[in-house]
């Protein structure tokens, strides 16, 4: 996936150009409608929680494809804007070459990265009431990374990275099945900017293409 990758980083602008202009065009066209504000009695605020699924594309020489699982909610406003939290946890495979220095050759060390991910969440709903809508948001925090070297069924070994910088965004469809469930899928982009650690550098290595889906319950 690594042309996909390309492309995102060189067209990062034009998608997000393409995210406003969508954003304009739903406000336009809800411009007749009576407008709501956070501080009036026709304000709604409610809330929701995600079961959250999600696949890197970062597929590199040192970093393989990996699947992330977690979740996220938050406070929703209007049935629209939204804010809250989230967590993800995975498990990335890895291929690392070291030299060894008694033996005077290269070695390809193959363990497990445990990539941790945790921080602020920021969306907004379109059409939220209609039975398929657009969501756009943005998971924006930190993330850690644990090396988990396989040794028979236990891990030995185990060392934790500096913390380092992540932002998320995203854009989802989603339906709503019931007044208190949504199912969603969307893809994404996860830029990552960090000190290189485990011979990782996580701005080449782990910034990559996402694909997300799950489940949002609560109310909507």
């Given at each position: ?66 699947y992330?699982?977690?979740a ?38 193959n363990?497990?990265?445990r990539?941790?991910?945790?921080g ?7 059409f ?36 380092f ?42 910034s ?7 489940f ?5």
């Amino acid at each position: 996936m690594r042309t996909l990758k390309n492309i995102f980083i060189k067209n990062q602008f034009v998608i997000l150009f393409f995210a406003f202009f969508v954003i304009a065009i739903s406000a336009h066209a809800q411009s007749e409608e009576r407008m709501q504000t956070l501080f009036s009695g026709k304000s709604r605020i409610t809330g929701f929680g995600s079961v959250l699924n999600q696949m890197t594309y970062a597929n590199g020489s040192k970093i393989q494809n990996f699947y992330s699982i977690g979740a996220e909610g938050g406070v929703l406003f209007n049935r629209s804007f939204y804010i809250g939290l989230y967590g993800l946890t995975s498990l990335a495979p890895t291929d690392i070459s070291t030299w060894g220095n008694t033996s005077g050759s290269i070695t390809t060390d193959n363990r497990n990265i445990r990539l941790i991910q945790t921080g602020g969440l920021v969306g907004f709903k379109l059409f939220p009431k209609k039975v398929i809508h657009l969501n756009f948001s943005a998971k924006i925090g930190g993330a850690f990374m644990i090396d988990e070297r396989n040794i028979g069924f236990g891990y030995d070994d185990a060392q934790v990275s500096s913390s380092f910088f992540t932002v998320n965004p995203t854009a989802n469809v989603e339906v709503n099945m019931f007044p208190w469930m949504q199912i969603f899928a969307g893809v994404g982009y996860n830029f990552m900017s960090g000190k290189e650690t485990f011979s990782i550098n996580p701005n080449k290595d782990l910034s990559a293409p996402t694909l997300q889906f799950g489940f949002s319950f609560g109310r909507f």
